[in-house]
């Protein structure tokens, strides 16, 4: 017979997406339970790149610090450098700050710059690593390694999942409610019946036929200072006739994490792997190949509904692993928009159809980053690469300044701050909208930030200290924050009455002076737990308690089109 063991929330995958959500349940107070915490292998597809909105997400849970401190030494340019081959020239070159000169530009920034924590390159395994840590010495979190996912099945009150280890008698735990992360499209199907499908712009049958790429993790003790020409950087492309690849520098010495689609994942071994090194870098340096595995380049999968009942998807099982850094990214943003909402269903403020809004407000996000990372992707494949490129002649010499500049020119459009830090919800049931304002675009390279409801609320800094306690994100507790903006703002007293009521979580934050009130364009700004914007007015609504009814999810039913 099952032992029956208990649980708020089960979260079944132990990945840095389910780790986060772990935490920003215990930020809110809610316990659960992570399911498969086990130690993962370098070589599997994992990103390097920590978008500025995920390192956000970081500082608000007190690890952004800690992680700043894993990657590339402070002083490494983290460029994305082009080459034939490694031991030759440079095609062309996409600067970028060292992690210490990005940490300087924070900290002369002016008190409207919207980076308060920019991008940061870590290998994932890394990362996930110090999660998992950290979320062991939390007290609402317990991680449960090692078990096999052997159910999952619900009804009205609850969710079923069900672990076994071998030559054991199977565990089943009761939770209220059930998060699949880091699970395969596989798992899902049969566990749900979810299928997936692709951003509607997409050609019919594309993901299908994406080729299938290797990834690897190296050492190569010799690269930088016997084969390299000219700088290190971050991310190093050899691209010829014969091949194409791509080295990561993951310690600044000899680690690297190789992707590549000249290598077949079905016969990759540790000869090929290094004949394809040997070949991209032009010489016969020492190669050790710790470990490989296959990957999809360029997918673009995403789930047909996120919320099915008690359980939901996010993270790889709900748009699995777009590559340009956008699927660990798009994840961690799932995990901060689901944990505040979880929290507020379990703790009783939240409405009835507040748990459906998870899926109107971030499939669409998935639909569109999904959507840029192939997109990125193909423009990359499309790069010519013809036989004169690395020859020593007139032609190659033309070839190459040609395809040059066609890598500065795709260089540029990966500078994606807009997809980073434009995330907005407009539409959604429990954003109330400006009926004045114009709704921003949603450029891919450029992020204005504006206080439009749906939208991230505008950074700002409170001193020119620059350091912890200075950001007015640092200001802003689990729950829904009313800023009252400029020297004579309205009270929002009644607001706060209205809340209490509903027993809503609020605080009203005073931030007087002339440049919050420029930014922000409205005396009153409602944030929400996950700093996304909610409302924003002159004065407050003549019944404020509608107000909070709406963005609690408690007001005007969801159809089934909007779930």
């Known amino acids: 017979m099952c032992e029956r063991l208990r649980t708020p929330v089960a979260i079944v995958g132990g990945g840095p997406v389910a780790l986060m959500l772990a935490l920003f349940l215990d930020h809110h107070g809610i316990p659960s339970t992570v399911f498969g915490t086990g130690r993962p292998r370098r070589g599997e597809p994992r ?23 894993l990657g590339l030494p402070g002083g490494h340019p983290t460029d994305i450098a082009y080459f034939t081959r490694y031991n030759s020239p440079e095609l062309s070159r996409l600067p970028q700050p060292t992690p210490t000169q990005r940490l300087r530009q924070v900290a002369i920034a002016s008190r409207t710059d919207q980076l308060p924590e920019p991008v940061h390159r870590a290998d994932q395994t890394s990362v996930g690593h110090l999660l998992r840590e950290h979320a062991g010495t939390r007290p609402n979190i317990t991680l449960h390694e090692g078990p096999r996912i052997t159910g999952l099945d619900q009804d009205a009150g609850q969710v079923r999942v069900r672990t076994g280890y071998p030559g054991r008698p ?20 049969q566990q749900l019946g979810i299928r997936y499908g692709i951003p509607a712009a997409e050609a019919p049958g594309r993901p299908g036929t994406a080729p299938r790429a290797t990834t690897a993790h190296l050492r190569l003790p010799t690269f930088h200072r016997e084969v390299l020409f000219g700088r290190p950087a971050g991310s190093y492309w050899a691209m010829n006739a014969d091949l194409v690849a791509n080295l990561i520098a993951l310690n600044g010495e000899d680690e690297f994490s190789l992707l590549t689609s000249s290598v077949d994942p079905d016969t990759a071994d540790a000869a090929r792997l ?49 590559d340009s850094g956008f ?7 799932d995990a901060a928009n689901l944990a505040w909402k979880l929290a507020a269903v379990l703790q009783g403020w939240g409405g009835p159809d507040l748990l459906a809004t998870y899926g109107s407000e971030r499939r669409p996000i998935a639909l569109r980053n999904t959507a840029a990372a192939r997109e990125l992707h193909t423009a990359m494949a499309g790069i010519e690469r013809p036989a004169a490129l690395d020859t020593d002649t007139p032609e190659g010499v033309e070839v190459r300044d040609r395809v040059g500049g066609q890598l500065r020119c795709h260089g540029e459009r990966t500078d994606s701050i807009g997809v980073q830090l434009g995330v907005r919800y407009d539409g959604s049931p429990i954003i109330a909208p400006d009926a004045d304002a114009e ?3 949603d450029p891919w390279g450029l992020y204005l930030p504006t206080s439009v409801p749906g939208g991230r609320t505008p950074h700002l800094w409170l001193d020119d200290w620059h350091g912890q306690g200075s950001s007015l994100f640092d200001r802003f507790t689990p729950g829904y924050t009313l800023l009252r903006l400029g020297p004579e703002p309205p009270s929002g007293k009644p607001l706060l009455a209205a809340a209490q009521a509903h027993g809503m979580p609020l605080q009203i934050l005073d931030v007087e002076d002339r440049p919050a009130r420029d930014l922000y364009e409205r005396d009153l700004v409602l944030v929400r737990p996950d700093q996304h914007v909610a409302w924003r007015g002159n004065q407050l609504p003549t019944d404020p308690g509608d107000l909070v009814e709406r963005v609690t999810g408690a007001g005007r039913p969801l159809t089934a089109e909007r779930i």
């Open 327 to 333: 699927g660990l990214n798009t994840g961690v943003d």
């Open 439 to 441: 709704i921003p675009g």
């Open 274 to 322: 290094t004949d394809l090194v040997r070949r991209a870098a032009g010489t016969d340096l020492p190669v050790e190949v710790l470990s490989h595995t296959a990957w999809a380049p360029g997918a673009a999968l995403v789930a047909e509904r996120f919320v099915k009942g008690r359980v939901l998807l996010a993270g790889n099982s709900a748009h699995p692993t777009p």
């Open 47 to 69: 990103g390097t790149t920590h978008d500025a909105r995920t390192m956000e997400h970081y500082r608000r849970l007190g690890v952004s610090g800690p992680i700043r401190r």
């Open 170 to 189: 199977d565990e089943q735990w009761t939770a209220r409610y059930a998060v699949v992360s880091d699970k395969g499209p596989d798992f899902v199907q």
